[in-house]
């Protein structure tokens, strides 16, 4: 067989730390020996930002964001959508 794109739905989903890290090793070392593209759903952002060289974030099924890791951590609906939003008054109470 010679598969030029690896689907994966959440690989770590309930595994340890330990358990997680090895898996991503597992999964990256594939995609570099193959060099094929893979497709990743997963909830864990340290696995899919130490895999992923494009990202795509949904909320509710929508599209908010894509680009490169960096630059989704950053996006402004990311943080809103799986962040929450500061008020202006929450944020005059907490700076001191």
Do not use: C, K
């Amino acid at each position: 067989m010679e598969p030029r794109v690896l689907l994966l739905d959440e690989p770590v989903a309930g595994m340890t730390a330990d358990e997680r890290r090895r898996t991503a090793a597992v999964v990256a070392g594939v995609r570099d020996s193959l060099g094929i593209s893979i497709v990743l759903v997963e909830h864990d952002m340290g696995v899919v930002m130490r895999l992923a060289d494009a990202v795509t974030v949904l909320d509710f099924g929508r599209r908010i964001a894509g680009g490169t890791p960096a630059q989704v951590q950053s996006d402004p609906a990311v943080v809103r959508a799986y962040l929450g939003q500061e008020t202006d008054n929450a944020a005059e109470e907490a700076t001191p």
